[in-house]
């Protein structure tokens, strides 16, 4: 395994730790190396002592750190891959490591098409018969659907498709993996995931930090680009998606893609419309007192950039007809919350028209990805007594509580697949260029639009006021982000 800005903290607190717990699950061949390449300058010892900082397991530790190993140069310096090639060809005598070979791409994503076009120059990237070359390729793929229609055909200048691993980190948690097998496992929730019996979907992705030091990065990103097109789309498509006809790669990329393509496309009054943005202002989010977004490092102090986004979604296909899906997505939020929201149609009241009960609570069903993982039901049961009177209970299924839970960064079963050849959970070209046509109206109206009014909402709270119109408009209210994690709006 090659990574290519090795010295870099991804690799330090994810990658490595990722490694050392997939050796502990003993799925790491003994003929097993790491090479960190990075302009740092650092011998083989020194990149041993860094990296050894990283929290991992002692003992799976001293196993990888002596099978670890550095190579220093500049990504566009054809001499860092004769390099590379000679510390290869090396191990392949002394590890025995034979030819199969995973570059990691963990640098800028300006790095990523020159350091693709340099393994081919230098024929690191040619497989033959003795091993496969895989590259992985971290996110952001582009900054909107041009930049990443031009991504993917200078990938694929050099690579083939089945050699291309774009990687979501999201797609690693359990609960998101678990989408499929709850759907197409289970014979009582599959017949009922359809327009007839939900009433509409929300998929929240919270978090309670603020821009931090990525002010300049982030700036010239915002909430929508930095997520709707990856981590959100993905949710929506796992949620949405038809039974693939096998768990074969291609055959559910395929059926995700077919989501994407269905989404109804946004004109200019839609993303007036069904688009809300704002910025976070001063506050306290996450036991931290927040300065407002634009008194942030490296951020301008008229910016126009959103760091909060929701969206309703319409599917235009059989399955999903006049369903909508609200996605939301900021910083600087409430509370910690990933979840997808299953809200059911209502059970007619005839049944208790003679009785003192005026409504009953909607079903709702929770995905909970972050930070617990779990899952959870809420249904109307008849409260003990002698009259008839309704109440709202919960069913919960914590992972913890029901699986030994192996320690996990959230990489491990990526890079797995990775190396067992399984894409399943890797998104392919027209994946991503499908998930930026969704976006790509709504950047262009904000762009037509530069002189609109942003709107703040205080750091800690659950938003702006505006997304909630989102949804009373439509007689709905957003799953609460600061209340009991069982709760659901109506």
């Known amino acids: 395994m090659v990574i290519f800005g090795g010295a870099g903290d991804l690799a330090r607190r994810l990658l490595v730790p990722a490694l050392c717990n997939l050796r502990r699950a003993r799925l790491l061949p003994e003929a097993f ?11 083989d010892e020194s990149f041993r002592r860094d990296l050894g900082n990283s929290g991992a397991g002692r003992r799976e530790w001293q196993w990888l750190a002596g099978r670890t190993h550095y190579v220093q140069g500049d990504f566009d310096d054809p001499s860092l891959y004769a390099r590379l090639a000679a510390v290869l060809s090396r191990l392949q005598k002394t590890r025995r490591i034979g030819g199969n070979v995973l570059f990691y791409l963990a640098t800028p994503p300006q790095a990523f098409t020159r350091i693709v076009r340099r393994l081919g120059d230098a024929g690191l990237a040619r497989e033959h018969e003795h091993g496969w070359r895989r590259v992985i390729v971290e996110k952001p793929f582009g900054s909107d659907l041009r930049s990443a229609q031009a ?7 050099v690579l083939s498709e089945p050699q291309i691993y774009r990687i979501d980190h999201y797609l690693g948690k359990e609960t998101v993996q678990n989408i499929l097998a709850f759907r197409f496992a289970n014979g009582f929730f599959e017949p009922l995931w359809n327009r007839v019996h939900i009433d509409h979907v929300q998929i929240t992705v919270a978090e309670t930090l603020g821009v931090e030091q990525r002010g300049r990065f982030y700036d010239a990103t915002g909430a929508l680009r930095d997520m709707v097109p990856n981590h959100l789309s993905q949710l929506l498509t796992l949620t949405a998606m ?3 006809g096998c768990f074969d790669a291609d055959a559910v990329r395929s059926e995700k893609s077919k989501v994407l393509e269905a989404v109804h496309r946004f004109g200019a009054e839609d993303a007036r419309n069904n688009v809300v943005r704002a910025q976070y202002g001063a506050g306290s989010a996450g036991g931290e007192k927040l300065a407002p977004y634009r008194r942030s490092p490296n951020v ?5 950039t959103e760091t909060y986004v929701a969206l309703k979604l319409m599917i235009d296909n059989w399955r999903w007809a006049g369903v909508p899906f609200y996605l939301r997505t900021g910083k600087a939020l409430a509370r ?20 003192p009960v005026e409504s009953l609570s909607p079903n709702d069903l929770i995905l909970h990805i972050q930070p617990e993982e779990r899952v959870t039901l809420r249904f109307n049961a008849k409260v003990p007594g002698p009259s008839v009177r309704m109440g709202a209970v919960q069913m919960k299924f914590n992972y913890q509580d029901y699986f030994r839970v192996a320690p996990s960064t959230g990489y491990e079963t990526l890079l797995y697949d ?11 070209a027209d994946n991503i260029e499908a998930g930026w046509r969704v976006v790509q109206p709504v950047l262009d109206a904000w762009e037509a639009a530069r002189a609109s009014r942003l709107p703040v909402y205080p ?7 505006e997304a909630d119109e989102l949804l009373e408009r439509d007689g ?11 709760e659901v709006g109506s």
């Open 459 to 465: 750091a800690g709270s659950a938003g702006p006021a």
């Open 33 to 43: 190396a790491v090479i960190g390449a990075a302009r740092a300058e650092k011998s």
């Open 476 to 486: 709905r209210r957003w799953h609460p982000i600061n209340g009991d994690a069982g």
């Open 418 to 428: 990775c190396m067992t050849g399984d894409a399943s959970l890797f998104q392919r």
């Open 242 to 244: 038809e039974p693939p």
């Open 151 to 157: 991504l993917n055909r200078d990938l694929l200048a």
């Open 300 to 304: 301008a102090r008229d910016s126009k």
């Open 336 to 355: 910690r919350r990933t979840e997808v929201a299953i809200q059911f149609k209502r059970a007619p009241l005839a049944l208790f028209r003679d009785t």
